[in-house]
């Protein structure tokens, strides 16, 4: 938690300050209160009192008590600005943190935990700051000042609160040793259920395909019964708190006016009315010691939750990344769109098998080069590593003669017009998604918008919306089909001008005149980018300059579509499952 907080600002350092000050203020009120209560007793049970002196005490009464009440707003106000605004940037430190993971970093986690660490986490420290800046100050001062102002006053009646206070730990330590284990629990079933939730609702379709909303309901109730049984739990626990202290407090003050009513009994005549003023004045106090023990004990309540929340949140935060900017982020070089690999080898974090082994190949300025093999021979594997989304296990890749990781990841990713495997879309319009992002050039024109849209084939459905261009796209691209989803992202790679189009299995949702039309209408864009595509169909890059052809992530040919047909009888097997035998014998 300590760690945590150490992030807090020099500006919210400076409101705690003054909180310290004001809730300091608002204590010394709170226990002025009782003296002026036991002077009233006084003044009203001595004979010949002035009345004067009675309104007198208790006007300095009611200041006493509307100061009090406008310092705990006033702390109550700054608390909850420096919760508020100290958990602004931390779920900003955490999103931009994710942003920088690599997809390894990303993996270990999960999305539905990231999300969780990213709200309910940072919830439970925003809690913990706005009501624990109060209580961390506010209770130990309140304690030890009323323990002195009360030493002495009675043995019998210290005897009494010392021992109430007692029973006090007790009960608090016996309910978090229950409880604390099923705080960290409850964070981790938030995590399971968002996890289901996500799943189902991304895989909606399927679900109602396969007639199985049944097993999906299960599968909620299952992991949302498991949650509410868990917080249902701790609630319980908690409820007999409030109970056990108000039976304590009402014991207190019970057995502080049975132990008084002895006292004065037993006393003189002149010590009567000093015994009962001490008394009601004892009483206060003792309340206000009783009550400072309570807020420490809810503190101890809330502080286990808010601590595995932070331990959880400094997890994401203190990891380290794995994927590191380099130095170059204006290379001086005349190479443009040059990409080469040296006996590159791939293995996944914690593997023992290599998903690519000893990969060279050479991608000259404005060719095209396609990769083919069967499933799982590591295709979009090899491109990602382009990219940085992974970094070679071995070997070395290099982008315009300097190797990638040399390259600011900026940099780098200027250089690259990403089209992936799974289009994604954003919630907004056609517009925002085709000139997404940071183009590396400045920003992206209406005309480039358009020229991007029609190169990509996506005009004619584009201009067909409602709004055209400002059309809506809901989340994921929900509202538009697979193959326009496709269109949309590979316009959005068209639009940056790219000095290297990574296609990864990008043509797989259009029809083949629409691959056709697409990849002549990149051939004629004129910004002679090398293109590097991943495909499954022989149709899509049988023109290609250059084929290479992966089996279990080795290279078993690299050559033109007429050439590897003859040579290689990976790519022949490939091609016959596809081709006619007039096709295959016409080459």
Excluded at 312 to 334: F, M, Y
Aim: hydrophobic share 45%; proline share 2%.
């Amino acid at each position: 938690m300590i760690k945590i907080l150490k992030r807090l600002s020099g500006f919210e350092w400076l409101l705690i300050g003054i909180s310290i000050i004001f809730i300091a203020s608002g204590v010394w009120l709170d226990l002025e209160l009782p003296g002026y209560m036991a002077e009233i007793t006084r003044l009203v049970q001595t004979p010949g009192s002035s009345l004067t002196l009675v309104w007198r005490a208790g006007f300095f009464m009611l200041l006493c008590a509307l100061g009090s009440v406008a310092t705990a707003v006033v702390v109550g106000l700054l608390a909850s600005r420096v919760a508020a605004s100290f958990s602004m940037r931390l779920r900003a430190s955490l999103f931009d943190k994710v942003l920088s993971f690599s997809m390894q970093e990303v993996n270990g986690f999960s999305t539905a935990s990231l999300i969780t660490r990213s709200t309910n986490d940072v919830n439970q420290i925003r809690m913990l700051i706005g009501m624990g800046l109060q209580v961390v100050v506010r209770a130990p001062l309140l304690a030890v000042w009323a323990i002195t102002k009360i030493a002495g006053k009675s043995t019998q009646w210290t005897s009494a609160t010392a021992v109430t206070v007692l029973m006090l730990i007790v009960v608090a330590t016996i309910i978090m040793t229950v409880a604390v284990p099923r705080f960290r629990r409850i964070q981790i079933l938030t995590d399971n259920l968002n996890r289901v939730t996500r799943e189902n609702l991304t895989g909606l379709r399927v679900v109602r395909a396969y007639n199985a909303e049944g097993f999906a309901e299960a599968k909620f109730a299952s992991a949302n019964k498991e949650l509410t049984d868990t917080n249902l739990f701790v609630s319980r626990i908690m409820a007999v708190i409030g109970p056990a202290m108000s039976l304590m407090m009402g014991g207190l003050t019970l057995a502080i006016y049975w132990l008084g009513a002895s006292l004065i009994n037993a006393a003189g005549m002149m010590d009567k009315l000093p015994l009962f003023s001490d008394m009601v004045v004892f009483s206060s106090y003792a309340m206000q010691v009783v009550m400072a023990f309570m807020m420490m004990t809810m503190l101890f309540i809330i502080l286990p939750r808010a601590s595995v929340s932070a331990k959880r949140v400094n997890e994401v935060l203190g990891t380290e990344t794995t994927i590191l900017d380099g130095a170059v982020s204006e290379p001086a070089t005349s190479l443009r769109g040059h990409v080469e690999f040296r006996n590159v080898s791939f293995k996944y974090p914690g593997a023992d098998e290599y998903v690519l082994k000893d990969i060279n190949f050479t991608a000259e300025p404005g060719q095209t080069v396609a990769f083919i093999g069967s499933t799982g021979s590591g295709k979009s594997t090899l491109i990602n590593l382009i990219a940085r989304f992974h970094d070679a296990t071995e070997g070395e890749i290099l982008v315009d003669g300097i190797s990638v990781k040399d390259y600011t990841l900026k940099a780098l990713r200027d250089k690259l017009g990403y089209v992936p495997q799974k289009a994604v879309l954003f919630s907004g319009t056609v517009r925002s998604n085709i000139a997404f992002g940071d183009s590396g050039h400045g920003s992206i024109s209406e005309d480039e918008i358009k020229t991007a849209a029609k190169v990509a084939q996506a005009d004619e459905f584009v201009e067909r919306m409602e709004g055209g261009y400002d059309g809506n796209i809901a989340q994921g691209g929900a509202n538009v089909s697979g193959g326009q989803k496709q269109r949309l992202a590979i316009a959005r790679a068209v639009a940056r001008r790219p000095e290297i189009f990574i296609f990864d299995d990008s043509f797989s949702a259009l029809d083949y005149r629409t691959d056709r039309k697409l990849r002549e209408a990149l051939r004629q864009t004129g910004y002679d980018s090398t293109k590097l595509m991943v495909a499954q169909r022989i149709g899509t890059i049988r023109d290609a300059d250059r084929i290479i052809v992966l089996e279990q992530g080795r290279v078993v040919g690299a050559d033109t579509h007429h050439n590897l047909l003859k040579t290689c009888e990976v790519y022949r097997e490939i091609a016959s499952s596809q081709m006619s035998k007039e096709e295959l014998a016409h080459g």
